[in-house]
C-alpha cells in the first residue's frame, strides 16, 4: 500500500533557526496536505498542494511539492516558540476522497527560547 | 458553530470491556473519520462514512465498529477492549472537493484511552 515517510521524527531548534521536514511517498501523489498538532491537541490543517513544483507561503512557513509529485518540504523560518508542535504530512494517490490521505508520522518541533 | 465534539476525553477500560466514543459535528459535513494515533505512527483511518447510512473501512479496523444514522453523529464503537487498542482516536469531518483537491479534515480534540 501507500507509504508516507517523514523525516526527522524529532528536531530541536534554538529560537530563531529555521526549521524544515520533509515527506516522501513511495507512489506518484494526486496532492498532498499538511498539518500541524499542538501538544495535547488535535491537528490543524494548515495547506494543500496540487501542482507539480508547487512553491506557497504563509509568513514564515514554505511549503513545497517536488516536481515528481512524490515529496513534499515545509520549511518555517527564523522558528518562534509559538511553533512548537507535530506537523504531519497526508499524502493523496487521488483527488477528492479524505479516505485516500495517508499521514505521515509527523515531526515533533521542539523551540528552545 | 462547535465543530467536531468529541466525548468522553479520557477513558480508562479493563480488557474485554466495550464503549462507544461520541463524536458529533455541526458543519453539516457529509464525511466523517475516524482515526488512532500512535507515537511515531502518525493517523490512521480505522472507519470512514460519506454520509448517512454509509460507512466504510479504513486501515485499521479490525475490533471496532461504527454506524451513521444521522449526518451529525459518527460514534465508534469498541466491542471488547484490548491493550493494543490504547490509543488516542480523533474524529474528522469534511466536505466535498472539487478541482482535484482532496478533502480537508476538520479533527475533533480527541479521546485518551487506555485499556488495562
Known amino acids: 500500500g501507500q507509504q508516507v515517510m517523514q523525516i526527522p521524527q524529532y528536531q530541536h531548534v534554538q529560537e530563531g533557526e529555521d526549521f524544515t521536514t520533509y515527506c516522501n511517498s513511495s507512489t506518484t501523489l494526486s496532492n498532498i496536505q499538511w498539518y500541524k498538532q499542538r501538544p495535547g491537541g488535535h491537528p490543524v490543517f494548515l495547506i494543500q498542494l496540487v501542482k507539480s513544483g508547487e512553491v506557497k507561503k504563509q509568513k514564515r512557513l514554505t511549503f513545497q511539492f517536488g516536481e515528481a509529485k512524490k515529496n513534499s518540504s515545509l520549511h518555517i523560518t527564523a522558528t518562534q516558540t509559538t511553533d512548537v508542535g507535530t506537523y504531519f504530512c497526508a499524502g493523496s494517490r487521488y483527488s477528492g476522497s479524505a479516505r485516500q490521505l495517508t499521514f505521515g508520522s509527523g515531526t515533533q518541533l521542539t523551540v528552545l527560547p | 458553530n462547535a465543530g467536531v465534539t468529541q466525548t468522553p476525553k479520557f477513558q480508562v477500560l479493563k480488557t474485554g470491556q466495550s464503549m462507544t466514543l461520541q463524536c458529533a459535528q455541526d458543519?453539516?459535513?457529509?464525511?466523517m473519520s475516524w482515526y488512532r494515533q500512535d507515537p511515531g505512527m502518525g493517523l490512521r483511518l480505522i472507519h470512514y462514512s460519506v454520509g448517512a447510512g454509509i460507512t466504510d473501512q479504513g486501515e485499521v479496523p479490525n475490533g471496532y465498529n461504527v454506524s451513521r444514522s444521522t449526518t451529525e453523529d459518527f460514534p465508534l464503537r469498541l466491542l471488547s477492549a484490548a491493550p493494543s487498542q490504547t490509543s488516542v482516536y480523533f474524529c474528522?469531518?469534511?466536505?466535498?472537493?472539487?478541482?482535484?483537491?482532496?478533502?480537508?479534515?476538520?479533527f475533533g480534540p480527541g479521546t485518551r484511552l487506555t485499556v488495562l
Open positions: 474528522a469531518s469534511s466536505y466535498r472537493t472539487s478541482g482535484g483537491l482532496t478533502d480537508t479534515q476538520y
Open positions: 458543519m453539516n459535513h457529509e464525511y
